[in-house]
């Protein structure tokens, strides 16, 4: 049995592939991470407060 074959016919690309696919996690879930991290000060400007939107009183707006 030619085990050199094997050994580069199956195991060399699995761990090509497999590196491949671990970097590409790794890249995603740092992705992840850094948009949860902006996400709570893009939602900060987004909020205004409730008394600047209605306006009661008419006299005092003017």
């Known amino acids: 049995m ?14 090509v ?6 970097a590409a996690f790794h890249q995603e879930a740092k992705a ?3 948009r949860a991290r902006q996400r709570p000060a893009r939602n900060q400007s ?3 407060r409730r008394d ?3 306006v009661h009183d008419l006299s005092r707006a003017a």
């Open 2 to 15: 030619n085990y050199f074959g094997l050994f580069f016919t199956f195991l060399v690309p699995g761990v």
């Open 17 to 22: 592939l497999g590196v491949m696919a671990a």
């Open 46 to 48: 987004a909020v205004v």
């Open 52 to 54: 600047r939107l209605y």
């Open 32 to 34: 992840r991470a850094r």
